[in-house]
């Protein structure tokens, strides 16, 4: 009974499958904002102010990131709880060995920078919003911050305690 129970347990995982299969497919809804994004900076460059410009790039470079994320926990989650990647596909060398430590740090470090991204949004147009908006802004940027730093850090230390030999390592 026990080891049906674990043997039902472990196949679980495969129902995450069709999740990672969806978040796939969200990329797509990311590609046509940015394509949508493109066509309109495409659409007002013989009035294009400098703001403008720096404004729809800045939106671009904020697809891109949020795109990357969704792959690293697309990659990331599937190849650690659910199946492997064959390593003789060349097609898959690229991912390097993500752990449970290292991904939280890249996501952590992707969320920061979509932030940042944000937070000069926000600045460029700072006409637009309250100094209150502007400080609560910028404080939920510093919390972001101050939790990807305290990940790193305390990654560092369980992987140094891991190196020593003692039963520290990273979690989810």
């Known amino acids: 009974m026990e080891r049906l129970l674990e043997r039902s347990l472990f196949a679980s995982r495969w129902m995450m499958a069709p999740i990672y299969v969806g978040l796939a497919l969200s990329l797509l809804i990311l590609l046509w904002v940015f394509a949508l994004e493109l066509w309109h900076l495409i659409g007002i460059l013989p009035v294009m102010t400098v ?3 720096v404004l729809g790039v800045l939106a671009l470079i904020d697809l891109s990131l949020a795109a990357n994320l969704l792959l690293i926990v697309i990659f990331s989650g ?3 709880f659910v199946s492997r990647f064959d ?3 060349a097609d898959v060398s690229f991912l390097g060995k993500l752990d449970a430590g290292s ?3 890249k996501v952590a470090s992707s969320i920061v920078a979509i932030s940042s991204i944000h937070l000069l ?3 460029l147009n700072a006409q637009h919003y309250d100094n209150t908006k502007l400080m609560w802004y910028t404080l939920i940027h510093l919390a972001f911050v101050v939790s990807a730093v ?3 850090f305390l990654e560092r230390l369980m992987s140094k305690e891991k ?3 003692g039963k520290g390592g990273a979690m989810l």
């Open 87 to 89: 390593e003789s596909n």
């Open 150 to 152: 305290m990940l790193g």
């Open 103 to 105: 991904l939280k740090i």
């Open 51 to 53: 703001n403008d410009a």
């Open 163 to 165: 190196d020593k030999g």
């Open 121 to 123: 949004q926000i600045f």
């Open 78 to 80: 599937y190849e650690n």
